[in-house]
């Protein structure tokens, strides 16, 4: 595919006439024609005063080759190399409504199923997708008491946000709104680096993703442990975990709009108990409690895990962008809102529980919510935490799944994996995907807490490097492309941006155990070689590989920063 040729608009009103259109809405520009089709077209684009975009319909007729005809007549002194100077940087949850696009990419009136707007997820969903994607509430945080004490967990449950995730999550704002489709990150460092490098990056979130899914049925059993005894080891152990795994990968196959509303319930009512417990605990608090330090005794290993385990992820939702209704817009203000929720569901818990109790360090962990609602509101209140507790699993494990799932849909889309990965079910979802990221979290279940946490941590720490040199390089290379939403700080500043987080990335793989290196190590190994396999079977046509024509051209990025825009 020859490199695509941008042009800068402003919004104008579309014809919704017999003549196919492009809506500002869409994430990704609709098929130009059929895979293996010959076709001669000419777009026809003027530029008139005010910058208003009118484009002819194409004319196609079907050849045995392909004659390309671009006609562009621009009025005034507009050009493209002085379009960056056009759209200025927006405050996060706000767009600049400028936009992009390739002259050599035409719409079409046909699309998949889930293109329909009215299937597509809308803000109040999406804010609590992203909200399952980090966090799912408080539970899970009580290890970072057992490891450093009242204070220092506190401390980083305000702190760490600002270190790692607002860059990261200001940084999604820009690359998902840059890239709205379903390859997410994957796209992002393809676009920069080249493809070798996005198939690295997708082969190490996809799996640092179906390790934390692994987290998920442990975690839901370990909260009715106490209260089903039975589900504490053995074969009913594994006969539930294998019974909610498939329950829940259904729910995934139904469709990401199901998805997205069972989120928002599960949500509230996982929220609300704490809220209660909050109110309860207020005339019990002690806050001399909240002061309880000891340097000497604190597990840095434990501590930075838990923290980072809580508060990453924030990008994950990137891989749903093709699935979001108007991700220009929608998607910068969804991080907004699910960063003030993640935050505060994480800090006001902590606060009003360590205020509320005597310390005893070491029963701070998993699932001691539970038991600090037995002592502050009674045996109803332990219940409903201990059932939010559940619901919030089940809410991180089928949004993790989504995730994961179009992820790989996305990397199909992109010729990147086999074609039978980018088919969708009749419910739209990506049944290929689904199937395989719910048999890697069966095979990973077996895995104890502190190892599943500490291997996709190490893992997600690579991948994040590489999107950190992606959104670097790109803002150094490329600085016309089309950003709706751009992080308000020049070339020095995106740079300093990224110097926190790459700095905790550092401390968090050097606490890595020899153990969680040495897997973590072999499992990168395994996607350097993975991918020349992968090229390999293309060229010798064993499974079939494409690329989707609806998608703009990304690899020769590297030669042309034109071929980056929509």
Same mark, same amino acid.
């Given at each position: 595919?020859?490199?695509?040729?941008?042009?800068?608009?402003?919004?104008?009103?579309?014809?919704?006439?017999?003549?196919?259109?492009?809506?500002?809405?869409?994430?990704?520009?609709?098929?130009?024609?059929?895979?293996?089709?010959?076709?001669?077209?000419?777009?026809?684009?003027?530029?008139?005063? =005010?910058?208003?975009?009118?484009?002819?319909?194409?004319?196609?007729?079907?050849?045995?080759?392909?004659?390309?005809?671009?006609?562009?007549?621009?009025?005034?002194?507009?050009?493209?190399?002085?379009?960056?100077?056009?759209?200025?940087?927006?405050?996060?949850?706000?767009? &600049?409504?400028?936009?992009?696009? *390739?002259?050599?990419? &035409?719409?079409?009136?046909?699309?998949?199923?889930?293109?329909?707007?009215?299937?597509?997820?809308?803000?109040?969903?999406?804010?609590?997708?992203?909200?399952?994607?980090?966090? *799912?509430?408080?539970?899970?945080?009580?290890?970072?008491?057992?490891?450093?004490?009242?204070?220092?967990?506190?401390?980083?449950?305000?702190?760490?946000?600002?270190?790692?995730?607002? /860059?990261?999550?200001?940084?999604?704002?820009?690359? *998902?709104?840059?890239?709205?489709?379903?390859?997410?990150?994957?796209?992002?460092?393809?676009?920069?680096?080249?493809?070798?490098?996005?198939?690295?990056?997708?082969?190490?979130?996809?799996?640092?993703?179906?390790?934390?899914?692994?987290?998920?049925?442990?975690?839901?059993?370990?909260?009715?442990?106490?209260?089903?005894?039975?589900?504490?080891? =053995?074969?009913?152990?594994?006969?539930?975990?294998?019974?909610?795994?498939?329950?829940?990968?259904?729910?995934?196959?139904?469709?990401?709009?199901?998805? =997205?509303?069972?989120?928002?319930?599960?949500?509230?009512?996982?929220?609300?108990?704490?809220?209660?417990?909050?109110?309860?605990?207020? /005339?019990?608090?002690?806050?001399?409690?909240?002061?309880?330090?000891?340097?000497?005794?604190?597990?840095?290993? !434990?501590?930075?895990?838990?923290?980072?385990?809580?508060?990453?992820?924030?990008?994950?939702?990137?891989?749903?962008?093709?699935?979001?209704?108007?991700?220009?817009?929608?998607?910068?203000?969804?991080?907004?809102?699910?960063?003030?929720?993640?935050? &505060?569901?994480?800090?006001?818990?902590?606060?009003? &529980?360590?205020?509320?109790?005597? !310390?005893?360090?070491?029963?701070?962990?998993?699932?001691?919510?539970?038991?600090?609602? %037995?002592?502050?509101?009674?045996?109803?209140?332990?219940?409903?935490?201990?059932?939010?507790?559940?619901?919030?699993? %089940?809410?991180?494990?089928?949004?993790?799944?989504?995730?994961?799932?179009?992820?790989?849909? =996305?990397?199909?889309?992109?010729?990147?994996?086999?074609?039978?990965?980018?088919?969708?079910?009749?419910? *739209?979802?990506?049944?290929?995907?689904?199937?395989?990221?719910?048999?890697?979290?069966?095979? !990973?279940?077996?895995?104890?807490?502190?190892?599943?946490?500490?291997?996709?941590?190490?893992?997600?720490?690579?991948?994040?490097?590489?999107?950190?040199?992606?959104?670097?390089?790109?803002?150094?290379?490329?600085?016309?492309?089309?950003?709706?939403?751009?992080?308000?700080?020049?070339?020095?500043?995106?740079?300093?941006?990224?110097?926190?987080?790459?700095?905790?990335?550092?401390?968090?793989?050097?606490?890595?155990?020899?153990?969680?290196?040495?897997?973590?190590?072999?499992?990168?190994?395994?996607?350097?070689?993975?991918?020349?396999?992968?090229?390999?079977?293309?060229?010798?046509?064993?499974?079939?590989?494409?690329?989707?024509?609806?998608? /703009?051209?990304?690899?020769?990025?590297?030669?042309?920063?034109?071929?980056?825009?929509?």
């Amino acid at each position: 595919m020859a490199p695509t040729t941008a042009i800068l608009t402003t919004p104008s009103k579309r014809s919704t006439e017999a003549s196919p259109t492009l809506s500002p809405a869409d994430p990704t520009p609709p098929s130009i024609f059929p895979a293996k089709t010959s076709v001669d077209f000419t777009n026809k684009v003027t530029v008139a005063d =005010g910058g208003k975009l009118k484009a002819s319909t194409p004319e196609l007729s079907a050849k045995s080759s392909v004659e390309g005809t671009n006609k562009v007549n621009v009025d005034g002194d507009e050009k493209l190399k002085n379009a960056d100077n056009r759209h200025p940087s927006v405050a996060m949850g706000h767009n &600049s409504d400028v936009e992009y696009i *390739g002259i050599t990419e &035409s719409p079409s009136p046909t699309s998949l199923p889930t293109n329909n707007n009215s299937k597509r997820i809308s803000i109040l969903p999406l804010i609590f997708l992203i909200f399952y994607e980090v966090s *799912g509430g408080p539970f899970g945080v009580e290890d970072s008491v057992r490891a450093a004490g009242p204070l220092l967990a506190l401390i980083g449950f305000l702190v760490f946000p600002f270190i790692w995730s607002v /860059p990261e999550a200001l940084i999604t704002a820009e690359m *998902g709104t840059m890239f709205p489709e379903d390859g997410g990150y994957v796209v992002w460092v393809s676009s920069a680096l080249g493809p070798y490098w996005g198939f690295q990056q997708g082969w190490m979130k996809w799996l640092s993703g179906v390790i934390d899914n692994a987290l998920y049925p442990v975690l839901f059993l370990d909260y009715l442990k106490s209260g089903i005894p039975a589900l504490a080891d =053995g074969y009913p152990r594994v006969l539930a975990v294998l019974a909610l795994t498939i329950a829940l990968t259904y729910m995934n196959f139904r469709g990401l709009t199901i998805v =997205g509303w069972v989120a928002v319930l599960l949500g509230i009512f996982s929220l609300v108990p704490f809220v209660i417990m909050g109110f309860i605990s207020i /005339p019990k608090i002690e806050p001399e409690r909240w002061l309880v330090v000891d340097l000497h005794v604190v597990d840095w290993n !434990l501590y930075l895990n838990t923290l980072f385990w809580n508060l990453n992820y924030w990008d994950s939702i990137s891989t749903l962008a093709g699935e979001v209704h108007n991700p220009k817009k929608t998607l910068p203000k969804a991080l907004f809102y699910a960063l003030i929720l993640v935050v &505060s569901g994480y800090f006001l818990p902590l606060l009003t &529980s360590t205020g509320a109790v005597p !310390l005893h360090r070491g029963q701070w962990t998993d699932g001691y919510f539970s038991d600090v609602a %037995m002592i502050v509101g009674g045996v109803w209140l332990r219940w409903w935490i201990q059932a939010g507790a559940a619901m919030s699993n %089940m809410g991180m494990f089928v949004t993790e799944m989504s995730s994961d799932s179009f992820q790989l849909l =996305g990397m199909a889309e992109r010729g990147m994996l086999p074609e039978f990965f980018a088919k969708r079910s009749r419910y *739209g979802t990506p049944s290929i995907g689904i199937l395989f990221s719910a048999s890697g979290v069966i095979l !990973l279940s077996w895995l104890s807490f502190q190892e599943i946490v500490a291997a996709e941590n190490f893992l997600y720490c690579f991948g994040m490097i590489l999107e950190f040199i992606a959104f670097v390089r790109l803002r150094m290379k490329y600085p016309a492309a089309s950003r709706p939403y751009k992080i308000p700080v020049g070339t020095i500043g995106s740079v300093l941006l990224c110097v926190p987080p790459t700095i905790l990335i550092c401390v968090v793989l050097a606490l890595s155990s020899i153990k969680v290196l040495v897997v973590s190590m072999i499992a990168i190994v395994i996607g350097l070689g993975l991918q020349p396999l992968l090229k390999y079977v293309e060229r010798k046509r064993w499974v079939k590989f494409s690329t989707s024509a609806d998608l /703009p051209e990304l690899y020769n990025a590297h030669e042309n920063s034109e071929s980056l825009v929509y």
